[in-house]
């Protein structure tokens, strides 16, 4: 029985560990885009942004793609569309199905954020070393889940 207790938790500790990062790392990602520029933009939008850059989709396939619901995916949409970050188009002879792409703003907004996240990655390679990195990022890349 101990054993089992010992490694559910270390099962915990170990998600724990793993989410705690990527909150840091996504609090980092925001506070650096927002000392920089106007738009707020949510985690949930960031997602459909970088989902969608270079591509156009209907609201259906980002939903099912993020694993998210059709609202949901609606909602971060239309506050996209607000902030002048895409736009909506009608597929010929079809005014049912919308078509979501990034207009010019949006993907600017893509490109500095990327800009972002490469500085911070550089940051974790001079904080870790090449070695320990190339580490990381094979474990994170092995199917261990």
Do not use: P
């Not at 569309?81 to 907004?109: H, P």
Request: some cysteine.
């Amino acid at each position: 029985m101990r054993v089992i207790m010992q490694q559910q938790t270390t099962a915990i500790d170990l998600i724990e560990l793993i989410n705690n990062k990527y909150n840091e790392i996504r609090n980092m990602i925001e506070s650096k885009w927002n000392a920089s520029n106007d738009i707020t933009i949510t985690n949930s939008e960031w997602l459909i942004i970088t989902f969608i850059y270079g591509k156009q989709m209907s609201i259906s396939e980002i939903a099912k793609e993020l694993g998210i619901s059709r609202q949901a995916a609606h909602k971060s949409i239309k506050s996209l569309g607000a902030k002048g970050l895409i736009e909506m188009n009608y597929l010929e002879n079809n005014n049912r199905n919308k078509f979501i792409k990034l207009t010019e703003l949006g993907e600017r907004c893509y490109i500095k954020n990327q800009e972002i996240k490469i500085g911070i990655e550089v940051d974790v390679l001079k904080k870790l070393g090449t070695d320990k990195m190339n580490i990381l990022k094979e474990l994170l890349c092995e199917d261990w889940i």
